[in-house]
Structure formats: C-alpha cells, structure tokens
C-alpha cells in the first residue's frame, strides 16, 4: 500500500535525515554532512552547465538544499520541491526557496525552468509517472530532465534472488518505511519519460563496489562476489548496472 500524501511529513521527519540509515543513502547525520554535499552540488552545477545555456535550475527533492546553494553561488536561479517540513527548514537557513510538498502541487508556472534534477527521488514519489509529466510542463523548451538514481533490481544478484523466489512462489515484501515506493528498469524509465513528452538522450548505468556493510553470513560472501563480478561487467558492457544516469530534453 502506498502512503498517503499527509504521511510524507512524517516519514520523512528530521530522525530520517539524522538516524544514518545506511539503506537512504547516508551513514550519520545528514545535515551535518553539508560541507562535502556542497562539494558534490558544485560538481552537479558544472554538469547542470554542460546541458544547455540557461540558468533556472528547479530540484525535486531537495532535502535540505545543498546543490541548490551550491549551483546558487555559480550563478544559477534556483526552487527546491521537498515532503519534508524538517529538511525544508534547513534549506531556507542557507537562503534556498523551498516548496513543501509534491512537484505537482507546486505552484510553478509552464516552461519556467531550464534544468530539472532528481537525485535518489522518482524511487519515493507516489506517482513518477505525473512527476515526470510535471517536470516537463515547467521546463522550458528544449530545457534538460537531469536524473539520477537506483536501479536496484537490474543488478545480477537482484535479478538472481528474484527469479529464485519467483520459482518458489516467494514474495519480497519492504516493511520498512521510508523507502523506494517503486524499482525501475531502464527499460521502465525509458518509457516513462518517453510517456511525459521528453526525448531521452542518454542513459548510464553503473555498479556500485560490493559491500559486506548491509549484509551478513555466508549469503552476503555470495551476493558480494556477484557484485564484484557485476561491477567488471557493467564498465565494461553498461548494461546489469545498479545506478544510472538519464538526460531527457524536451
């Protein structure tokens, strides 16, 4: 069951940013972690450069605001959209406008941004095939979808647990919220984007380095030896991959 859109306050209070839940993508206190997420924001500013001359950069799940400020100091105009009131609140201390809520009930006008970015985002939102749709209303012409984020059951481990619960009639059930509300293929992502409008120009994948910090006992010694095999695969062939990267224009 998806939550509902009053719960997302919740879900994502301030203990989501702050308990270090290794699974969401961060180990300590994520506020305190500004200084080297300002580092990556200048890194994405630069990327966000390369797609195209404009400078009115909208991202979608902001949390609290480090790549905004960051590409704000380069010279961008930037608006945050972010469920959480906490996250909000320390992005509007380091000067960034943040919409609370969701994309589509953003009061942004048609064709007002140059550059829209979801970094680790479309996995949470409740419908990622109207949020689409709406980064593609407020984008300009010819202005750039910038998206990152998982591809968890595209990996050969995944697809091997998978397929071997599916033969004995298994389902993985997530009782852990918050968490990916969906898991895309490239495939998927493909046409969803295509879905809202946008014309895809490229899409990356990669494989993150095999871990034994989330798993334990001899299963997580077989899940990280596919890793390390799925990681020379996928830079060598960039297919199998766990992340991707995908630019759309419109």
């Known amino acids: 069951m998806q939550p509902a859109a009053h719960e997302f306050a919740r879900l994502?209070?301030?203990d989501y940013f702050e308990s270090g839940d290794v699974r969401c993508g961060h180990v300590g206190d994520y506020f305190a972690e500004r200084p080297a997420l300002l580092l990556d924001g200048a890194r994405l500013a630069d990327w966000f450069a390369s797609l195209g001359p404009g400078r009115r950069l909208l991202e979608v799940g902001c949390a609290s605001g480090a790549v905004l400020e960051a590409a704000a100091k380069k010279g961008w105009q930037v608006q945050g959209v972010e469920y959480s009131q906490d996250a909000a609140r320390e992005a509007s201390q380091h000067g960034v406008p943040v919409h609370v809520g969701g994309l589509e009930d953003a009061p942004l006008p048609d064709a007002s941004q140059d550059v829209v970015f979801m970094g680790d985002v479309l996995e949470h939102v409740p419908d990622p095939s109207a949020t689409l749709k709406e980064a593609a209303r407020v984008l300009a012409p010819g202005g750039a979808l910038a998206l990152r984020g998982p591809l968890t059951t595209n990996s050969f481990a995944r697809r091997l647990g998978l397929g071997a619960m599916d033969a004995f009639g298994k389902r993985l059930m997530l009782r852990e919220p918050p968490y990916h509300l969906w898991e895309f293929e490239p495939e998927t992502l493909t046409k969803l984007v295509r879905?809202?409008?946008?014309?895809?120009?490229?899409?990356?994948?990669?494989?993150?380095?095999?871990?034994l910090a989330k798993r334990k006992g001899p299963g997580a010694l077989v899940v990280a030896a596919l890793d390390a095999l799925n990681v020379a695969w996928t830079n060598a062939l960039g297919s199998a991959g766990d992340r991707c990267t995908l630019v759309a224009r419109k």
């Open 12 to 14: 994502y209070s301030r």
């Open 195 to 211: 879905a809202a409008g946008l014309r895809q120009e490229s899409l990356t994948q990669s494989k993150t380095a095999p871990s």
